[in-house]
């Protein structure tokens, strides 16, 4: 069993920042890849960014490049989200998932998410 759990959610005004912060404890896959998906209200889950054990590969959705960076240790399995320039249009839930893939974006664990808002 893993246990994920995110932190760092909040109400920001458009152009302000957040970081998020999660942590993967339990028995992960060794050199896992850690990610953030985020889902708004009426909206699919979609993948946000990934960040593979060592980080030499990470991946931003087209969205969130260039104003997103994806961050953490792999040996601690933890990650991180610093969120610049936030828009109305990030406003969803967050959530953090580990033993993750790219192709499809997909998590064998989740946490439990945190709110994102952001308001114009």
């Known amino acids: 069993q893993v246990h994920v759990a995110e932190s760092g959610g909040g109400l920001v005004q458009a152009g302000g920042s957040l970081r998020l912060s999660c942590a993967a404890s339990?028995?992960?896959?060794?050199?896992?890849?850690m990610a953030w998906f985020r889902q708004a209200p009426g909206k699919e889950r979609e993948s946000v960014a990934l960040r593979g054990w060592s980080g030499s590969s990470v991946y931003y959705a087209d969205s969130v490049k260039g104003r997103f960076t994806i961050s953490g240790e792999g040996a601690k399995n933890t990650v991180y989200l610093q969120m610049n320039s936030l828009k109305p249009e990030d406003t969803a839930v967050y959530y953090c998932g580990a033993d993750c893939r790219n192709y499809p974006p997909r998590c064998d664990w989740w946490g439990r998410g945190t709110q994102v808002t952001v308001s114009s």
């Open positions: 339990g028995r992960t896959s060794s050199a896992s890849a």
